[in-house]
């Protein structure tokens, strides 16, 4: 796939989660803007994170009592470090987008977060980016 | 010429749930098979979709009580496709509603799921090898 690269094909960054912030108010921010990973920066814009919907869910089934606690209020306890993927794979802009689709497709992570040379994020890639752009690329064909 | 939805789906059998199921338990077959949707049947009629989102927000509203169901988090308003459509609709379709996942039903029922992941896999590639601006 020679030509496209993480740059054509990302979202820029608009919303994140900084460490210390809970769990309660991720969940305010996902359903707010109707996605399903929340990077997780440092004063610096550093990458240190990132919170999936699978994470949250993975969290409550493990940790929740539904029985004796309300998950709601149980959220705004806890801090989105203890529940955040740590060990997080990146690329950069320059990585190519085959590259990026690739390491989506084998390791079924639904996000890639793009980090520039001092690991300051600049935007993320979705498997939902990648259909949108393959949508328009058939469509801009369909004009031809 | 595009693939069809069938050539790229993933074929039935899939992770299923049923109404009645116990949510907790529906959540954790999702986190243990890896899925994000689940299509919820009926005697074999899709009645619902379930997906993380809708577990999560079901236990974020949840007080505390007596197991909750399947059917109480699902959703039951569900956007399919049939099988010989070509690709190139179901990704208009999953991109202007935002989507996920697309049922595929026939007059035999369901016969599978697309989601993102299927295209990622297979149909995505088509766009970056001809190497043309969209």
Known sequence: MPGWFVKDVMTPVVETLAVGDTLAAARQQLERGHIRHLPVVDGDNRLVGLLTHRNILAAWLSHGRPERERPGELAREVPVEMVMEKDVLTVDAQTTAGRAAELLQRYKFGCLPVVDEHHRLIGIVTEADFVRFARDFFEWEGRR | MTATVREVMTPAPLVVAGPDDDLERAGQTMVWTRVRHMPVLQDGVLVGILSECDFIRARDSAGTGPARTVRSAMHSSVTWIGPDEPIT???????????????????????GMLTTTDLLRQQLYTAFERGKSP
């Not at chain 2, 935002?98 to 007059?107: E, F, K, T, Y």
């Open chain 2, 89 to 111: 609709s179901a990704l208009s379709l999953m991109v202007s509603r935002n989507i996920g996942c697309l049922p595929v039903m026939s007059s035999g029922g369901i016969e």
